[in-house]
């Protein structure tokens, strides 16, 4: 395998992807490095995971407040294992969606 690039892009968040897609835009032969994983801190560890987290612990706020807006709430339960897997289903949604702008 040659490795002989015009941009060899070091991370593959969002700044780094967009760099590499518009460099191949042009005709440039890039290569993208990442260790972990695609879409960088943010869809990973920062904005997404956090803000999955924080609306979904509102909803308990909401439910207290039901009632006085004639909703009859009775008993709801926390899932914490849901409330995660589905934070990292929408991750891997996401780390997906970057693979894909990175093939194509």
């Known amino acids: 395998m040659a490795f002989d690039f015009d941009l060899f892009v070091i991370g593959a968040g969002s700044g780094g992807v967009r760099a590499a897609r518009f460099a191949a ?42 009632h006085g807006f004639g909703w009859s709430v009775d008993e709801p339960r926390f899932d914490w294992p849901t409330l995660i897997a589905n934070k990292n289903r929408e991750i891997e949604r996401l780390n997906g969606i970057y693979r894909n702008l990175l093939v194509n």
């Open 25 to 66: 835009g042009f005709g440039a032969r890039v290569a993208v490095a990442e260790s972990r994983y695609l879409g960088g801190t943010c869809v990973n560890v920062g904005c997404v995971p956090n803000k999955l987290l924080v609306y979904g612990a509102h909803y308990s706020e909401d439910f207290e407040q039901a």
